[in-house]
């Protein structure tokens, strides 16, 4: 795989140095790799044995070149059992409230679920990484930025909600890759026009040359381009994610074909629109959550035994149309993988004096990966609105746990957007780019636009 290796070294963000919460000790550290894992979970199984010990995540990256789909390495598993509208009351204490409401709002909706694989495996060099990071990484300006910081997952055994958000916010996701898919903004009735989009991620020790000073403050480059339908094509949206985002707020640009000039795009963050979302997902939506998390208090409730989706390799099969994942209301839930597994329990509560439009975010987050893999929504009367799951998926020849697709079900008005698939499409994940500085800038951008 033609990727550049992770630097050695620790890069210290220049962001103010106050630190709000005590670093973890030796012996705490020492933990990982022995009863944690190296991301820090826990590695043994549980008590019943419903969720296996972890010994190492599933991997073929060794096995030379990564075919263009992935194959479904549990395809022949049937399902342990089938949750429904009639039986959901017995394992109400596995679900959230937001997935507990999808089946009294739908009374034919459906979980199946199936035995549970801890496959999440990352390569040795994000591990060498997160131990260095255990020892070091502090939060600073009131929590809303890092110091002392290695490019992913700066708290393997957090002590804050806010640290684990921003495991979340700063996971490892292939460090460099681009991909093609459709966002489908789907009608109470199921109907939808799919928005194709071809998206960039890279994190700048993936360019060509490095991290270099021009990154300072820099996460990681974002790039997105509208290819369908019609109307929309042509606009591309540029983001420069920054760690400290009070101290620099997200730099975003819009290339908009209509207009053709590149302007400074203020509202791609908090509760602005998505990207031809039919305002069905705010900005800070999209990968579940992303973004500066200074608008609320993140309480850490612990850790609890939950169905999350896991291993959705159904949703990436070539032989489904989006006609057969898609319908009215949710997912065709016979394509969608539950599995039992460990989650950290955040619940994010709007400050005082700040606006968005959810008024608390009920977070559960994987303890193999870091990813939100739920999330519920609620609004300014404290009423469940949006639920949002993540597809879980581990890309086993490129070893990056990431997703299948995403989806946010409105409650309310019985529609929903999903994020993700790439089913119907010729091209789909690219692992092995190797992108220059230049590709994400303002430039780049306006011709991207033109063209």
Do not use: C
């Not at 033609?2 to 103010?16: D, E, R, T």
């Not at 010990?53 to 263009?68: F, K, R």
């Not at 500066?292 to 999350?308: H, T």
């Amino acid at each position: 795989m033609n990727k550049m290796m992770l630097k050695a070294g620790i890069f210290a963000l220049s962001v103010v140095s106050v630190s709000v919460m005590a670093k973890v000790s030796p012996e705490e550290a020492a933990r990982l790799g022995n009863d944690l894992t190296p991301v820090g979970a826990v590695k043994a199984a549980n008590q019943d044995g419903s969720i296996p010990a972890w010994d190492g995540g599933y991997s073929l990256q060794a096995e030379g070149e990564a075919p263009e789909r992935l194959a479904d390495p549990f395809a022949d598993e049937q399902p342990l059992y089938t949750i429904t509208a009639e039986n959901v009351s017995q394992y109400q204490d596995l679900l959230s409230a937001g997935q507990m409401a999808m089946f009294e709002k739908y009374p034919e909706y459906k979980m199946h679920v199936y035995p549970t694989h801890r496959t999440a495996a990352y390569p040795q060099e994000v591990y060498d990484v997160i131990a260095k990071n255990a020892a070091n990484a502090e939060l600073v300006a009131g929590g809303n930025g890092l110091s002392n910081f290695d490019k992913h997952i700066p708290f393997p055994l957090p002590k804050s909600g806010l640290e684990v958000i921003w495991n979340h916010v700063t996971r490892y996701r292939g460090g460099a890759v681009q991909r093609l898919v459709n966002q489908f903004p789907v009608l109470e009735n199921g109907d939808f026009v799919p928005v194709l989009l071809r998206e960039s991620l890279v994190f700048p020790e993936y360019l060509k040359t490095g991290r270099e000073a021009a990154d300072d403050n820099v996460l990681f480059y974002f790039l997105q381009e509208v290819l369908a339908p019609s109307r929309l094509t042509g606009t591309v949206l540029l983001v420069h994610e920054t760690i400290d985002q009070v101290k620099e707020s997200r730099r975003a640009w819009l290339y908009n074909a209509g207009q053709r000039r590149v302007r400074k795009a203020p509202s791609v963050a908090y509760d602005g629109p998505g990207t031809a979302s039919d305002d069905l997902r705010t900005s800070d939506g999209l990968d579940m959550f992303n973004g500066a998390p200074d608008k609320y208090n993140w309480e850490l409730v612990g850790k609890k035994e939950m169905l999350i989706p896991y291993n959705n390799y159904k949703l990436m099969d070539t032989d489904l149309s989006y006609d057969d994942i898609i319908g009215p209301g949710h997912m065709n839930q016979d394509y969608v993988r539950y599995e039992k597994h460990r989650v950290w329990e955040v619940k994010g509560t709007l400050k005082d004096g700040e606006r968005h439009i959810y008024a608390t975010r009920h977070m559960f987050i994987d303890e193999d990966t870091w990813t939100a893999s739920v999330i519920d929504h609620y609004d300014g009367r404290g009423e469940l609105w949006r639920v949002a799951e993540a597809y879980n998926t581990q890309f086993y020849y490129h070893d990056t746990p990431w997703m299948a697709a995403e989806a946010l079900y409105d409650l309310n008005s019985g529609r929903y957007i999903l994020l993700g698939l790439a089913n119907e499409e010729s091209e789909y994940m690219n692992f092995d780019i190797e992108p220059e500085r230049g590709d994400f800038s303002t430039g780049a951008l306006r011709r991207m636009g033109i063209r």
